[in-house]
């Protein structure tokens, strides 16, 4: 079998979902792999590393496409690459699915094998191929380092000859795996950390990593499903959410909204009147 990895083509994607490494891996399984030249040059992998790992470098998508067996690549195929497919290729990539009915139909109609890696089930049986946790903890660290870098003030307070500084104020919006990250990320930093989650189990995790859990007074405050996600919230719920960051948006210095709903598109929190709320 013969696996094969294009080069990503949305605007700023660095990624690359075949590493050196990982050309050794599978070559260790028995089968081969080819890569296409520059693949993963943005993440730091130049091409002869590939073929020292005994991958084959082939110049263009074409003909990646037309070689290899499985097609693993990161982001969903484009229009170019759904053309690609037959009903003898494997593609395996993020997918979303259910935010993506015209794509998914059309790489049915191909009679491609699509495997979505945003829906391997995040239990311990498959938690090596969990790819959304790692890349929503990547998120959710890299959410803070980007908002220090665009801050414009210590995170940490600080207390000098001019005066004192005090801490930033962060709220972070969704304490699952990208909202613990920048919750950790933030306190670590030394920012004065306020979060909120539509699932009240959550507040013990919150708490323990030093950041303060918003309780939201509302009867029915509990959306958490069986299977531990956040479930869709009545009109009810989302106005008294939105009164809640209402009151925090005059104080908070940095929002971070990490809050999704699996299979449904990610909930518009922030809105503009919030942002206007908030100090210069």
Not at 83 to 102: C, E, G, V, Y
Not at 159 to 164: E, H, R
């Amino acid at each position: 079998m013969i696996v094969g990895t294009p080069k990503e083509t949305a605007r700023g994607e660095a990624r690359v979902a075949m590493t050196p490494k990982s050309v050794k891996d599978i070559a260790r399984l028995g089968h081969e792999c080819i890569i296409e030249a520059g693949a993963g040059a943005a993440a730091g992998f130049e091409d002869a590393a590939y073929e020292a790992a005994g991958a084959k470098v082939v110049k263009t998508a074409a003909a990646l496409f037309r070689e290899a067996d499985v097609i693993a690549k990161v982001r969903p195929p484009s229009e170019a690459e759904v053309k690609r497919l037959n009903a003898d290729k494997t593609l395996i990539s993020f997918f979303h699915p259910a935010q993506n009915q015209a794509l998914l139909e059309a790489v049915s109609k191909t009679g491609a094998t699509a495997i979505a890696m945003d829906m391997v089930p995040r239990i311990s049986r498959a938690q090596k191929m969990d790819a959304l946790s790692s890349m929503a903890n990547i998120a959710g660290y890299r959410a803070v380092i980007e908002a220090g870098a665009n801050f414009g003030r210590f995170f940490t307070g600080q207390v000098t000859a001019a005066g004192k500084i005090p801490p930033a104020k962060v709220l972070v919006i969704g304490a699952g795996v990208a909202g613990l990250a920048a919750i950790g990320t933030a306190v670590s930093l030394g920012a004065q950390v306020y979060a909120f989650d539509v699932r009240p189990e959550v507040a013990e995790q919150i708490e323990s990593m030093g950041a303060e859990f918003l309780m939201l007074d509302f009867s029915d405050s509990n959306l958490s499903s069986e299977e531990g996600y956040a479930k869709p919230a009545s009109p009810e719920f989302l106005e008294a959410e939105m009164k809640l960051f209402r009151q925090q948006a005059a104080e908070v210095d940095i929002v971070i909204t990490t809050a999704l709903i699996p299979g449904r598109p990610a909930p518009k929190l922030w809105p503009e009147e919030m942002v206007k709320l908030m100090k210069p």
